[in-house]
């Protein structure tokens, strides 16, 4: 018989073990810094790995004797769902859960942790439907008083922080965690961001609580090291791939490792023996192809200036502002062009590259791939 062989690719959620490739020095980085209790936020595109690598680092320092947990904001609306995503974050772990109870008694009736006999799966519930705002300010407030006390050395990772922000309650969260993170003793934070125009004024305006808060640290794309590793995965099941072929990839998506990870899973499910760069176009345009919709209706929801400013970024990202590009693309003056570029990033589909004006990446490098071909 032989033996089924596992595509050595995953994409879509956060990779561990063998599916994930260790970024050594930023591993070491960080944890110095969260050690010596100096706050720190990464940022980093959409789909390059943040969350892996954030879950790993925690892994580490957990088993340095770090307790740790982890906070997904990315789906919250409001203080409510803040508190609900934060216990169930301490709650996680049982431990955590009772001492959480035996720490803020009066959210104990509030709280309800079961477990399906069938299946194992926990599931946790805060019932605060009838809480008034004042109260569920209080509960945050409890909540993160008490982090200190439910462990010796406590990391508290915030996933997708800039959500924070988005709160419209005039900064009353940005303020009262930066509170707590100057007041907890042996707790420090770990933060991870994607909407770079939206952090950057989080961090960088004196007016706002994150101003010098917390250090800040660009996340990297990989080196060679990731088309060596990527080689190395199809050799893994007799696939015989050379890495050209991978530089090549990375190259078209933006080096974003979920999409290299995501062609490769296709690729290797494909019974090639081995890889050619023509496999990689015919695997990247059928992906491309099958978004097609849903970037048709991303499109068609813009202002016709916007739409020109989009192709423009797909098919020169850099100097946007060239007087030949304007008339190539039909946009009338520079500042119609700042104005569509700045609403397409309050969209979150375009980002600035770090602080360069006139340079920006796409949210989605497919959806710039889609585009490109659309109007060749
Ligand atoms: N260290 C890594 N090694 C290999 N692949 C990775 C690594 N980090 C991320 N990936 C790829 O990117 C995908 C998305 O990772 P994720 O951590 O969810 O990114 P982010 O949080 O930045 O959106 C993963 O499913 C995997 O395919
Ligand atoms: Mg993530």
């Given at each position: 018989?032989?033996?089924?062989?596992l595509?050595?690719?995953?994409?879509?959620?956060?990779?561990?073990g063998?599916?994930y490739?260790?970024?050594?020095?930023?591993?070491?980085?960080v944890?110095?810094?969260?050690?010596n209790?100096?706050?720190?936020?990464?940022?980093?595109?959409?789909?390059?790995?943040?969350?892996?690598?954030?879950?790993?680092?925690?892994?580490?320092?957990e088993?340095?004797?770090?307790?740790?947990?982890?906070?997904?904001?990315?789906?919250i609306?409001?203080?409510?769902?803040?508190?609900?995503?934060?216990?169930?974050?301490?709650?996680?772990?049982?431990?955590?859960?009772k001492?959480?109870?035996?720490?803020?008694?009066?959210?104990?009736?509030k709280?309800?942790?079961?477990?399906?006999?069938?299946?194992?799966?926990?599931?946790?519930?805060?019932?605060?439907?009838d809480?008034s705002d004042?109260?569920?300010?209080?509960?945050?407030?409890?909540?993160?008083?008490?982090?200190?006390?439910?462990?010796?050395?406590?990391?508290?990772?915030?996933?997708?922080?800039?959500?924070?922000?988005?709160?419209?309650d005039s900064?009353?969260?940005?303020?009262?965690?930066?509170?707590?993170?100057?007041?907890?003793?042996?707790?420090?934070?770990?933060?991870?961001?994607?909407?770079r125009?939206?952090?950057y004024?989080?961090?960088?305006?004196?007016?706002?609580?994150?101003?010098?808060?917390?250090?800040?640290?660009?996340?990297?794309s990989?080196?060679?090291?990731?088309?060596t590793?990527?080689v190395?995965?199809?050799?893994?099941?007799?696939?015989?791939?050379?890495?050209?072929?991978i530089?090549d990839?990375?190259?078209?998506?933006?080096?974003?490792p979920?999409?290299?990870?995501?062609?490769?899973?296709?690729?290797?499910?494909?019974?090639?023996?081995?890889?050619h760069?023509?496999?990689?176009?015919?695997?990247?345009?059928?992906?491309?192809?099958?978004?097609?919709?849903?970037?048709?209706?991303?499109?068609?929801s813009?202002?016709?200036?916007?739409q020109?400013?989009?192709?423009?970024?797909?098919?020169?990202?850099?100097?946007?502002?060239?007087?030949?590009?304007?008339?190539?693309?039909?946009i009338t003056?520079?500042?119609a062009?700042?104005?569509?570029?700045?609403?397409?990033k309050?969209?979150?589909?375009?980002?600035?590259?770090?602080a360069?004006?006139?340079?920006?990446?796409?949210?989605?490098?497919?959806?710039a791939?889609?585009?490109?071909?659309?109007?060749?």
């Amino acid at each position: 018989m032989t033996k089924l062989k596992l595509n050595p690719f995953k994409f879509g959620n956060p990779v561990e073990g063998d599916y994930y490739l260790p970024r050594e020095k930023l591993t070491q980085l960080v944890k110095q810094f969260l050690q010596n209790q100096i706050h720190v936020v990464l940022i980093g595109p959409r789909r390059f790995g943040k969350t892996s690598f954030v879950l790993n680092v925690l892994k580490e320092l957990e088993n340095d004797g770090y307790d740790f947990f982890f906070v997904d904001i990315f789906n919250i609306t409001s203080h409510k769902d803040f508190l609900s995503q934060l216990v169930r974050a301490i709650s996680a772990k049982k431990k955590w859960y009772k001492r959480l109870q035996d720490k803020i008694p009066k959210l104990r009736p509030k709280m309800s942790f079961d477990i399906d006999q069938a299946t194992g799966e926990q599931s946790f519930g805060l019932s605060m439907e009838d809480a008034s705002d004042k109260d569920i300010k209080e509960a945050i407030q409890d909540v993160l008083s008490s982090l200190e006390k439910l462990g010796k050395n406590v990391i508290i990772a915030i996933d997708e922080f800039q959500k924070i922000a988005d709160i419209a309650d005039s900064g009353w969260l940005e303020a009262t965690l930066r509170t707590h993170m100057q007041q907890l003793k042996n707790t420090s934070f770990l933060f991870t961001g994607s909407r770079r125009s939206i952090i950057y004024d989080m961090l960088n305006n004196s007016a706002r609580p994150f101003y010098r808060l917390c250090q800040s640290i660009e996340f990297p794309s990989f080196g060679d090291e990731f088309s060596t590793w990527i080689v190395n995965r199809f050799k893994s099941i007799s696939i015989d791939c050379q890495i050209d072929i991978i530089d090549d990839l990375r190259d078209l998506v933006q080096d974003t490792p979920n999409y290299v990870q995501m062609i490769c899973f296709h690729l290797a499910a494909s019974h090639l023996k081995s890889i050619h760069s023509t496999d990689v176009k015919e695997a990247l345009d059928r992906i491309v192809g099958q978004n097609a919709y849903a970037y048709q209706t991303q499109l068609n929801s813009l202002s016709r200036i916007q739409q020109r400013t989009l192709r423009l970024a797909a098919h020169e990202p850099q100097n946007v502002y060239s007087k030949s590009l304007l008339t190539k693309f039909e946009i009338t003056s520079p500042p119609a062009l700042a104005s569509a570029i700045k609403a397409l990033k309050a969209k979150g589909i375009i980002e600035d590259i770090g602080a360069k004006k006139s340079q920006f990446v796409f949210d989605d490098p497919l959806f710039a791939i889609w585009l490109k071909k659309l109007f060749d």
